[in-house]
C-alpha cells in the first residue's frame, strides 16, 4: 500500500488514477533543489514557508513541485519560473538549509 504522510494524508500519486493528474519538473537545473533524503521536509523548509518569495507577478511557488519534483494538475501555485524568481527560490532554499538544526541537514 502507499505511503501516508503526516496525520494519514496520502501523497499524490499512489493511485493510478492520480498518476494522470500529475506534473514533473523534469528541469535538470533544479536537481540542486531537491530535498535530499536526509532531509526532514517539514522542519527545514515547511516552517519557512511564508517566507517563501513570490513570482514578479505575485504567485506563490509550489515548494512541492520544485523541492519533490512532482505536483497535482489542479495546483494553482507558480510552476515556471523566471531566472529572476529562480534566484529569489534558490536563496529561499539555501537560506532555509542554513537555518535548519544540524542533525536534520
Known sequence: MGRKGRNGKRFPGQDKQDKQDLIYDNDKSHQGWRAKENENFAKVFYKHQSECPTTADSKLICMKF??????????????????????????????????????DV
Not at 75 to 101: Q, V
Request: contains cysteine.
Open 66 to 103: 520544485f523541492l519533490h519534483g512532482v505536483c497535482t494538475k489542479d495546483c494553482t501555485r507558480a510552476h515556471s519560473l523566471s531566472a529572476d524568481d529562480s534566484k529569489k527560490f534558490e536563496s529561499f532554499i539555501n537560506s532555509c538549509r542554513e537555518k535548519a538544526p544540524k542533525q
